[in-house]
């Protein structure tokens, strides 16, 4: 079982919806998760990062960690076309040295 | 948030020959970068961790004689990828460790070995 894991999609919806995205994870001493959003062929950009269990908001974005299940959230509320991109959930490793990325969730947000 | 910036973007090289990339911090210091690869459609892959001043440390299954990587000071990483073949092609991508919990990628270097 890899440590992240996250469905690639891809996922389109008109512009307005609201967006869920999810990842799992398998070790349960990770305590600090990220959402990252990558352009086309640029590099990722930190969105939010969340540590433990709870919720986090930040303006149309909110990040939540389920830590009972394993299980990462991040919503998107009004979206964009400009949200339209690749998300990537990430954990950081117990020694918390580096980050281990889900496959990433292609969206595709339609006017 | 912090810049960190990437040279070349794009590069096409012969196979057998060497590519080095750079990975610079722009406006902080950092003790620590990482190297990562992003092949189509699939997540970024930890390749190594680099300490300024001292060795890197590779994940498994990178070899260290093939991507050599020197920090040699607080705002420069290089990753170097010797005797290229068409199988290194990829998206090569650096972050640098800002802070706690706090890591800027860059722009990501387009690896294309002919």
């Known amino acids: 079982q890899k440590e992240v894991e996250q469905d690639p999609g891809p996922l389109s919806v008109p512009e307005g919806a609201i967006v869920s995205l999810n990842c799992t994870y398998s070790?349960?001493?990770?305590?600090?998760f990220m959402w990252y959003r990558q352009y086309s062929r640029k590099g990722p950009e930190l969105l939010m990062y969340?540590?433990?269990?709870g919720n986090k908001e930040d303006g149309r974005f909110t990040a939540q960690v389920d830590k009972s299940s394993k299980y990462i959230s991040l919503f998107i509320r009004d979206s964009q076309p400009s949200d339209s991109a690749t998300y990537l959930c990430?954990?950081?490793?117990?020694?918390?040295?580096?980050?281990?990325f889900g496959k990433g969730t292609t969206l595709s947000v339609s006017s | 948030g912090a810049v960190v910036s990437q040279h070349p973007s794009r590069v096409i090289c012969k196979s057998g020959t060497s590519v080095k990339i750079e990975c610079r911090s722009l406006?902080?210091?950092?003790?620590?970068m990482f190297w990562y690869r992003q092949f189509p459609k699939q997540s970024l892959m930890l390749m190594a961790t680099?300490?300024?001043?001292?060795?890197?440390?590779?994940e498994q299954g990178v070899e260290k004689d093939k991507f050599l990587i020197n920090h040699a000071s607080l705002t420069l990483s290089t990753l170097t990828v010797t005797s290229a073949h068409p199988e290194d092609s990829s998206f090569y991508i650096c972050?640098?460790?800002?802070?706690?919990?706090?890591?800027?990628f860059g722009p990501g270097t387009r690896l294309t070995v002919t």
């Open positions: 070790n349960s001493a990770f305590q600090y």
């Open positions: 969340t540590y433990s269990s």
């Open positions: 990430a954990t950081l490793n117990q020694a918390g040295t580096a980050l281990i």
């Open positions: 680099s300490n300024e001043g001292s060795k890197a440390t590779y």
């Open positions: 406006d902080f210091q950092a003790t620590t």
């Open positions: 972050s640098a460790h800002a802070g706690p919990n706090e890591q800027y």
